[in-house]
């Protein structure tokens, strides 16, 4: 039972410990929600004094919607639940999207000056589908600028601090929106996934993050980074908050054309379920040289709870993905420096208009448009498809990728799912790698195989190094969320780590 007092909610089943409501996961709110105890507009309020007390620290935000806007939508969601109409979890629940997810109407920057002023016509799919299910969006997140980098210090605008310690990134490109999961500021979030930038900031914002099977979740609406890489995922306070949002944003769309047809699973009936006889494999590559000690003993310590609930381990071997680096930064900016060709300055987005002609145009906008990071990817991918190299460079990535993808289908046939660390450190401190971006490239060592290869793979949070959270990676076969999210529930449930924790580390108004 539920007692509540004023913004504040004693949730008895976690032991009379008192939350105020933006504390709760988007499950428990919705189950609040449901029984009528409190409303979606108390909801939002009390997001509303989260985000005025602590955003100014954080960061987390580009954009944040009008709260009489967002109250009336609200308002609606709360007609609706009293009525009975109200068919989805998360009705009412209050969420954030990426800045580079569509959203008709409101604006959609991607971080980048590049796009200042833009408003699309239109909602992404995921957009849509949320909206659909009564979610209320609060805003829209902080990135990497068009989700290019590990610490979301490469927005335009300004840089997302760690909930956990201000000194410290986020992680990226998802950094806006792992923050304000993290910190109270939106119940689940969503995010995109080139490299690991869903994954890797839930690992250093100690929240959970999922990379669906490309082709699960709908790309349209998606300012593309690397189209053949690139995927829509949730960012959640725990595992089942992921289920839920994965079943709503999950599914065909014929908007698509890389968007898989087939029957449409329920992620949330394969929480709870058994997990006895489930065989697991440690690869040997990503447990070696450059992965700190106690991130290692951290993880190891998580996998060692699993053997206690009859999950196999066993060692694997997957020598190809010692190449995924090299083979990541050249197919991802081959097709970035493709895709963003079409910012001209002619049809949308910042314009410099004293030009003299249409390529002084041209020179100009994306001059002052792009910042370092984009630029010096652009020149990359620009370098690997030309003439001459096209062979010697892309080409030979794209084999490579192919050989990793063989070998991860190999490891499959014996286990069920590939277990590594998410980030072979905790969150750096805010500008230690920015002038560094080799060093900055390595934060994706363990996360870009599954982007690569286009299998489904989540972080949930397993220990803490130096007071930091630290992040398990569990990557799946294609399709195979549900028994992925299944293992991870049993997991978390383990290992007693939920990411609202955060929530107590931000000094508020400071």
Not at 51 to 65: Q, R
Not at 328 to 351: H, I, K, M, T
Not at 388 to 398: E, P, R
């Amino acid at each position: 039972m539920l007692i509540l007092e004023s913004a504040i909610v004693n949730e008895g089943k976690i032991g009379g410990i008192y939350l105020k409501l933006y504390e709760m996961t988007a499950y428990e709110a919705a189950q609040c929600l449901k029984r009528g105890e409190i409303s979606s507009q108390q909801l939002v309020k009390a997001v509303y004094e989260r985000i005025n007390s602590v955003e100014p620290v954080i960061g987390g935000y580009i954009t944040v919607l009008d709260q009489e806007r967002v109250l009336a939508e609200a308002h609606r969601a709360d007609e609706l639940l009293q009525k009975g109409q109200a068919h989805s979890p998360l009705a009412g629940i209050p969420m954030a999207l990426k800045d580079n997810i569509c959203t008709n109407g409101i604006p959609t920057t991607c971080a980048s000056r590049i796009l200042s002023g833009y408003c699309p016509p239109y909602d992404a799919f995921v957009t849509a589908r949320l909206k659909d299910a009564g979610a209320i969006l609060m805003g829209k997140t902080n990135m990497d600028e068009f989700a290019m980098g590990s610490s979301t210090e490469n927005s335009a605008f300004h840089t997302t601090v760690n909930p956990w310690d201000r000194d410290r990134v986020p992680g990226g490109s998802s950094g806006g929106s792992a923050a304000v999961v993290a910190a109270g500021e939106a119940f689940f979030a969503l995010g995109s996934d080139t490299g690991g930038s869903i994954r890797q900031p839930a690992s250093l914002c100690g929240v959970v993050g999922l990379k669906p099977t490309y082709g699960n979740v709908s790309r349209y609406g998606l300012i593309a980074f690397a189209s053949s890489l690139d995927q829509i995922g949730p960012l959640t306070r725990d595992v089942r908050d992921a289920a839920f949002v994965l079943d709503i944003i999950a599914g065909h769309d014929k908007q698509d054309s890389t968007s898989v047809p087939g029957k449409k699973e329920h992620y949330v009936s394969f929480l709870g379920k058994e997990v006895r006889g489930m065989k697991v494999a440690l690869p040997m590559e990503c447990f070696g040289e450059g992965l700190k000690n106690e991130i290692k003993d951290v993880v190891m310590q998580a996998v060692e709870k699993c053997a206690t609930v009859g999950v196999h381990f066993s060692e694997a071997s997957a020598p190809s993905t010692k190449y995924a680096l090299p083979a990541y930064y050249l197919v991802a900016p081959a097709e970035a420096s493709s895709n963003l060709a079409r910012y001209d300055g002619v049809q949308y987005g910042l314009s410099v208009r004293d030009a003299e002609n249409l390529l002084a145009l041209y020179w100009s906008t994306r001059k002052q448009g792009f910042g370092p990071e984009v630029k010096r990817r652009i020149m990359l991918g620009t370098y690997a498809l030309s003439s001459g190299y096209y062979d010697a460079y892309y080409l030979k990535a794209l084999k490579m990728r192919t050989l990793i993808r063989e070998e991860f289908a190999k490891i499959f046939k014996d286990h069920d799912f590939i277990v590594t660390p998410t980030s072979p450190t905790v969150a750096f401190k805010i500008g230690e790698q920015k002038d560094d971006p080799l060093t900055m490239y390595l934060n994706d060592i363990y996360t870009i195989t599954a982007n690569l290869s286009g299998l489904p793979a989540i972080s949930i949070p397993c220990g803490f190094v130096e007071g930091m959270p630290v992040g398990l990676q569990v990557i799946g076969r294609p399709f195979d969320e549900g028994r992925m999210l299944q293992f991870c529930y049993c997991l978390e449930g383990l290992l007693g780590i939920k990411g609202c924790m955060a929530t107590i580390n931000v000094k508020e108004g400071k």
